[in-house]
T-cell receptor, first 114, second 108 residues
């Protein structure tokens, strides 16, 4: 079955540690996205990538980093510079031009920094 | 930049019809999407309007007026399983900008 996987579902880290969230898709989508969701809030875009080896900052990129070495994978690193990292992180993918109004989302990773 | 406004919460009973409104201000607009998210789950795509008018998909319909920077999602024959958060999202050139969501509570 095609889809997007994120792991782990729940993640706990100590303050000051970097942590990497995994996102893999087998939908053959060109574009991938990372969003952050806080309680009662909408989705805010962190980073996105439209093609391998290229990515752009979203609205709240500070304290985060990404890589796109493979079409299927778009890992997100939450660095110690992110002041309030506890949140629900959602990865999504879509076809590139003309189709990205429909994004397919993974199940999310809930990160708690203690 | 982009900003979207939608009500924070709407309540309705099973079998009823409910409308969730979305107004937006944007510097680049290609269309309006709607997503559903059950508590703790992944958002799922419901509809997309690029042109003015009504799009119908089963019990759900979505409307767009580009001149009024306004759209709505209409849910008919409400079921308990429709209790969820609904997000409108403006499509820009390369990305979506989401509203804060409307929590729909359906009661028996």
């Amino acid at each position: 079955d095609g889809g997007i996987t994120q792991s782990p579902k729940y993640l706990f880290r100590k303050e000051g540690q970097n942590v990497t969230l995994s996102c893999e898709q087998n939908l053959n989508h060109d574009a991938m996205y990372w969003y952050r969701q806080d309680p009662g809030q909408g989705l805010r875009l962190i980073y996105y990538s439209q093609i391998v080896n290229d990515f752009q900052k979203g609205d709240i990129a500070e304290g985060y980093s990404v890589s796109r070495e493979k079409k299927e994978s778009f890992p997100l690193t939450v660095t110690s510079a992110q002041k309030n990292p506890t949140a629900f992180y959602l990865c999504a993918s879509s076809f590139r031009q003309g189709g990205f109004n429909e994004q397919f989302f993974g199940p999310g990773t809930r990160l708690t920094v203690l | 930049g982009q900003s979207l406004e939608q009500p924070s919460e709407v309540t309705a009973v099973e079998g009823a019809i409910v409308q969730i409104n979305c107004t937006y201000q944007t510097s680049g607009f290609y269309g309006l999407s709607w997503y559903q998210q059950h508590d703790g789950g992944a958002p799922t795509f419901l509809s997309y309007n690029a042109l003015d008018g009504l799009e119908e998909t089963g019990r759900f319909s979505s409307f767009l007026s580009r001149s009024d920077s306004y759209g709505y999602l209409l849910l008919q024959e409400l079921q308990m399983k429709d209790s969820a958060s609904y997000f409108c999202a403006v499509r820009g050139y390369s990305t979506l900008t989401f509203g804060k969501g409307t929590m729909l509570l359906v009661s028996p």
